[in-house]
């Protein structure tokens, strides 16, 4: 069981917007379609996010996800990532997947509506993020419960490009290819954190894993900001990872809106054991 990861986002510019307005979201990121060649999959969850929340920058936002299979749509209100409880799981940004059973290569239409408008100064993005299990790729269903040693890699960045807000349709991501565990263990993730060195710059946006021994070709995208107080993403069902090559990527938004660079850390909390 692991989970796959589409990103849908619309970008807001700085402008006027009024109570009743929809935007359709585009995908970003990971699958357009439910992915195939892989099985039965099943909905685990969506999390519904703003890249900002700078003053200027935030308009009240909810969006609305329907599978091609569904009558009805689910939805959730988009969150700035950088709030404090934006990711726990009892927030109005994150909805459970019930484990609904979907079809191979059906589609999603994500689309916004705006609820509470006015005129911004500063661009920004509603993004959603749905989240795909595949039971037939082997996974960690709980790494939390798992025994095993704890244990942290730091991976670290200098300049890494930060994107101004309201990019989230064009920015880029930055990949990099790496080699960090060890050899004769296996390591599931239970846990990221992101600081920025020196505090230069407030950052929030997604961290991508993809392309390692073990993934199935899924992609796993972890919203995430480096607000000391937010709340981390729940990981469930984690890909058991061994040595080897995977990619790294970040797609980052400076929350004062302006592109920059910075040196980040980002702290993969594993559990390992002996394989």
């Not at 101004?164 to 080699?179: C, I, L, R, Y």
């Amino acid at each position: 069981m692991a989970i796959d990861v589409s990103t849908f986002a619309a970008d807001l510019p700085a402008g006027t917007y009024t109570a009743g307005d929809v935007i359709e979201l585009g995908n970003v990121a990971g699958p357009a379609v439910v992915r195939s060649g892989r099985g039965p999959c099943s909905l685990k969850r969506t999390i519904a996010s703003m890249a900002t929340n700078e003053s200027g920058s935030v308009t009240a936002w909810e969006i609305y996800v329907q599978n091609s299979d569904w009558v009805d749509p689910a939805i959730s209100v988009a969150i700035p990532l950088s709030y404090a409880t934006a990711l726990d799981v009892r927030s109005s940004a994150i909805q459970s997947g019930h484990d609904c059973n979907l079809t191979p290569n059906s589609s999603w239409r994500v689309w916004a509506v705006c609820t509470n408008g006015g005129t911004t100064t500063v661009a920004n993005s509603v993004i959603m993020d749905i989240e795909v299990d595949y039971p037939q790729v082997s996974a960690i269903i709980d790494p939390t419960q798992l025994i095993g040693i704890p244990a942290s890699i730091k991976y670290s960045v200098t300049g890494l490009a930060i994107n101004a807000t309201g990019t989230a349709t064009t920015a880029g991501w930055t990949t990099f290819n790496v080699d960090l565990f060890k050899a004769g263990y296996e390591y599931a993730l239970e846990k990221i954190e992101l600081t920025v060195v020196g505090g230069s710059v407030s950052v929030a946006g997604h961290v991508a894993i993809s392309n390692a021994a073990g993934m199935g070709g899924l992609t796993r995208i972890i919203p995430i900001s480096n607000s000391r107080a937010n709340i981390r993403p729940f990981i469930e069902y984690a890909s058991k990872l061994q040595k080897g090559p995977m990619d790294i990527s970040f797609k980052l938004y400076n929350q004062a809106g302006t592109a920059t660079t910075a040196t980040v850390n980002l702290i993969m909390d594993f559990v390992k054991r002996k394989v």
